[in-house]
C-alpha cells in the first residue's frame, strides 16, 4: 500500500471548510461582543479595558505558540485586528442606544492625499469602515492642502502618512502638525 499525497484540489476543499469554520466562529464572537457590551452597560464599565486586553493577548500568545507553533508575531496583529473590532461593536451598540433614532450612517468628510485608488484613500476608507461612516471623499494635491481642508471646515478629517517603508518618516507631515491646530484622532497601519 503507498501513501499517495493529497491532491491540489482537496487541499483546496479543506481550506476552504477552515474558512467557513474560521467565518462562523469570529461571526460567533461578535455576537458575544454584543452582549459584554449589555453587561457593561448595566454595570456602568468602559468600553475599553486595557489590562484584560493585554491579559487575553498574553494568554493567547502563549497557547498559540506552545500548542500550535504558531508565531507570536502573527498572533498579536490577528488578534489585535479582533479585538478592536470588537471594541468598535460595543461602542456602535452604545451609541445606538443613546441615540435610538440615528438610522443611518454618520457622514464624514475626509480630506487625502491622492486620487482615489491612493495609499492615503484606501486607508481613509479602511480607517473609516470601522467606524461604520459613510465618506465624503476630498482627494487633496499635498499633504498642506490636506490640513488647509480641514482647518477651514471644508473637511471633518484628514489622513496623513507619518511615515512609509520606502523612505521612513514622513518629516513635512511632522513640521505640518507642529504647525497647526490640528491633531491626531486616530492611527491605522498598513501592511
Do not use: W
Not at 159 to 186: A, F, K
Amino acid at each position: 500500500m503507498t501513501d499517495q499525497p493529497i491532491s491540489l484540489e482537496e487541499i483546496r476543499l479543506r481550506l476552504n471548510e477552515l474558512d467557513d469554520q474560521l467565518l462562523s466562529l469570529l461571526s460567533e464572537r461578535r455576537k458575544l461582543s454584543i452582549e459584554v457590551a449589555k453587561s457593561k452597560v448595566q454595570t456602568s464599565k468602559p468600553v475599553r479595558d486595557a489590562v484584560r486586553e493585554q491579559q487575553l493577548l498574553v494568554k493567547l500568545i502563549s497557547n498559540g505558540r506552545d500548542k500550535y507553533e504558531l508565531d507570536a508575531q502573527y498572533i498579536t496583529k490577528l488578534f489585535h485586528t479582533i479585538i478592536e473590532d470588537s471594541v468598535l461593536l460595543q461602542q456602535g451598540y452604545l451609541q445606538n442606544l443613546v441615540n435610538p433614532q440615528q438610522s443611518r450612517k454618520p457622514l464624514a468628510r475626509v480630506a487625502f492625499l491622492g486620487a482615489k485608488g491612493s495609499y492615503s484613500h484606501l486607508a481613509s476608507r479602511e480607517y473609516f469602515s470601522r467606524k461604520n461612516t459613510e465618506l465624503i471623499e476630498l482627494n487633496c494635491e499635498h499633504f498642506k492642502e490636506v490640513t488647509r481642508t480641514v482647518e477651514s471646515g471644508h473637511a471633518d478629517y484628514g489622513v496623513l502618512p507619518i511615515e512609509n517603508t520606502s523612505s521612513g518618516s514622513i518629516n513635512e507631515v511632522y513640521d505640518l502638525l507642529q504647525h497647526t491646530t490640528l491633531y491626531i484622532v486616530g492611527e491605522l497601519t498598513q501592511p
